[in-house]
T-cell receptor, first 118, second 112 residues
């Protein structure tokens, strides 16, 4: 069965600190997708990144970076030089690829609430 | 480009009432799904659809009904509302899922 664990329930940092959000997943499939979503206080869900299981390259987008390691089943998210606007709940999610080639279901972690204080 | 539109944004129901949460997307996505978000639980899949006329159950389907008569619309029906269905409901759509899902803005439902 698929499972996503975000062990950090809440994290509080001071602006300009770096912060890493942990995500550990479980799946028996060899082909799957991993995602990160951001949910700001306004409540909408914002797509941040998608990674497929065959691509272990780390990715950097501005102040955001992602470290995907299949050996440890982890897909961690780092925010460099955090800002108050980064305050949100961040969700990691996993989706297996079905026999039809699509990914019909997202399995979410319980989320990590990040508070960045000025 | 509207994306995924959910209505209503807020709703209060009495126990036993029925209602339909509406979801529409204008991106010609085949995949659509409904999730509920409860405090400390993340998002859990209720029902999903991979195309018009095709639906299936997710992790928490009891008490909910869906149908998909068009590519654009995927309504979620609460047959007899219960307090346990108090939650925030999100509709999402995707092209085949692997490219990521676009979520609607959510419906906050309270059952009293």
């Amino acid at each position: 069965a698929q499972k996503v664990t975000q062990a950090q329930t809440e994290i509080s940092v001071v602006e300009k600190e770096d912060v890493t959000l942990d995500c550990v997943y479980e799946t028996r499939d060899t082909t799957y997708y991993l995602f990160w979503y951001k949910q700001p206080p306004s409540g909408e869900l914002v797509f941040l990144i998608r990674r497929n299981s065959f691509d272990e390259q780390n990715e950097i987008s501005g102040r955001y970076s992602w470290n995907f390691q299949k050996s440890t089943s982890s897909f961690n998210f780092t925010i460099t030089a955090s800002q108050v606007v980064d305050s949100a709940v961040y969700f990691c999610a996993l989706s297996e690829v079905s026999a039809q080639g699509g990914s019909e279901k997202l399995v979410f972690g319980k989320g990590t609430k990040l508070t960045v204080n000025p | 480009n509207a994306g995924v539109t959910q209505t209503p944004k807020f709703q209060v129901l009495k126990t036993g009432q029925s209602m339909t949460l509406q979801c529409a997307q204008d991106m010609n996505h085949e995949y659509m799904s409904w999730y509920r978000q409860d405090p400390g639980m993340g998002l859990r899949l209720i029902h999903y659809s991979v195309g018009a006329g095709i639906t299936d159950q997710g992790e928490v389907p009891n008490g909910y009904n869906v149908s998909r008569s068009t590519t654009e619309d995927f309504p979620l029906r609460l047959l007899s509302a219960a307090p346990s269905q108090t939650s925030v409901y999100f509709c999402a759509s995707s092209y085949m899922g692997g490219y990521g899902y676009t979520f609607g803005s959510g419906t906050r439902l309270t059952v009293v």
